[in-house]
């Protein structure tokens, strides 16, 4: 293997780690940018007798139209003095870290993915990789899952929405500016156990329902929708979303209802610190009745709304 191709392989790695946080990849999509205003914004506080720790919903991938953020967002970030990510991003982004995983997201058995794909599905992998201008057999050795993620969230439209303006690479940019201290919720470990634990049944069924001509469309219709909801602080449009996920309970569990009640307990020691802490998840894992806000509730925390025009 020469340096570019190790480089060429390294990038496609990060970025897949990166993709990990949410269900969307790259791509171009049309989006409706919602007015101006300061109480749109998803972030919610709790206050200890020592400090006061600050919830982020988040959009892991966005466009420049959405900047510069509402003031309620920099309230939050300049009053903490640690922001919380779901993966620490100088872990995520480290340069070495692609050559742990490249057994779990790839096939090592003599397995490949027109062995494990059903026929529907793989012809269906095939028509977007040509329509791309790519050819399957680059990534043959790719897990279903792999490619669930890397291929279902591009759309055919006008706005351009990437991970790098995404909510977190923005807050951490700033914080590692500042030399803020960050950390995560979880590893890398953990986000990559949601999806390659899944049964490749299941596997298939998300390929080929996002993959599907109307599947695709329904599918750029809820990411729009998702956007709009975060962007208007709707908690509502948001469990909307959550709802869709239940089709497949398996994967409602792994991707939302465990993760959440994992991190419920790690938000409640930072409740214990001195110092202010803000913790930035995906907007999805506010909503719903197994979602943070919910289960924080339950456990006797009162949870305000942020909603400052001016610190």
Same mark, same amino acid.
């Given at each position: 293997m020469d340096a570019l191709d190790h480089q060429q392989r390294k990038q496609r790695t990060s970025y897949l780690l990166l993709l990990l946080l949410f269900l969307v990849g790259t791509g171009t999509v049309h989006g409706q940018v919602v007015g101006d205003g300061y109480n749109n914004s998803l972030i919610y506080k709790i206050q200890s007798d020592t400090n006061t720790v600050y919830i982020l919903g988040s959009i892991h991938v966005l466009a420049e139209e959405y900047y510069p953020l509402t003031r309620s967002f920099s309230y939050a970030y300049y009053n903490s003095q640690k922001v919380i990510f779901e993966i620490d991003p100088e872990i995520l982004f480290s340069p070495d870290s692609w050559t742990?995983?490249?057994?779990?997201?790839?096939?090592?058995?003599? !397995?490949?993915? @027109?062995?494990?794909?059903?026929?529907?599905t793989y012809t269906l992998v095939k028509q977007k990789l040509e329509a791309m201008g790519a050819d399957i057999q680059e990534v043959k050795k790719y897990k279903p899952w792999v490619l669930y993620l890397t291929l279902s969230g591009r759309f055919d439209s006008s706005i351009d929405f990437r991970p790098e303006l995404g909510i977190e690479n923005h807050f951490y940019r700033m914080a590692k500016d500042a030399g803020k201290p960050t950390g995560g919720l979880e590893t890398i470990q953990d986000q990559l156990d949601v999806f390659d634990t899944l049964p490749l049944t299941i596997q298939d069924a998300l390929?080929?329902?996002?993959?599907?001509?109307?599947?695709? !469309?329904?599918? @750029?219709?809820?990411f729009l929708q998702m956007v709009k909801a975060w962007h208007q602080g709707s908690l509502d449009g948001l469990e909307q979303l959550v709802e869709t996920f239940k089709t497949y309970p398996l994967f409602y569990k792994k991707l939302l209802v465990q993760r959440n009640r994992n991190w419920v307990p790690q938000i409640a020691s930072f409740l214990k610190e001195d110092n202010n802490v803000l913790v930035i998840v995906g907007a999805a894992h506010l909503a719903g009745e197994d979602g943070l806000l919910a289960l924080l509730t339950k456990q006797g925390y009162h949870l305000e709304r942020v909603s400052y025009a001016m610190p």
């Open positions: 742990k995983y490249e057994k779990q997201y790839t096939f090592q058995n003599g !397995k490949t993915l @027109e062995t494990v794909l059903s026929p529907k390929l080929q329902e996002s993959l599907a001509i109307t599947g695709s !469309k329904e599918r @750029e219709k809820a």
